[in-house]
């Protein structure tokens, strides 16, 4: 059976930012385990300075993030998500798999 439903864009922003704050807050209660971050602390799990991070979230680069309002969150799965394309394969790491990196 197929409905066809017709909202408002304002309904329509109110289910989002429910379904959006639903999610942030199962995030935050995972058990026990750290799963969100702010900019400050995805900065430091990252080795990297607020500002840069700041700065990637300006020019669309760096790893996925939340927002709510003001808030900035990022997921660990993101950042590590985000960390593992990250990675630069060398001659000695390709070594043994050369099938697989073959030119």
Known sequence: MNEFVMLSPEKLR??????????VKMALSSNGAKNTYT????AEYLGISRNTLRGWRV???????????????YLRKDLDDWLARQKVLTIDSMEGHHEKYAI
């Open 14 to 23: 109110e289910i989002v930012a429910g379904a959006v704050a639903s999610g």
């Open 39 to 42: 900019d400050v602390e995805a």
């Open 59 to 73: 020019e669309k680069h760096g790893p996925a993030y939340h927002k709510s309002g003001k808030a900035v969150v």
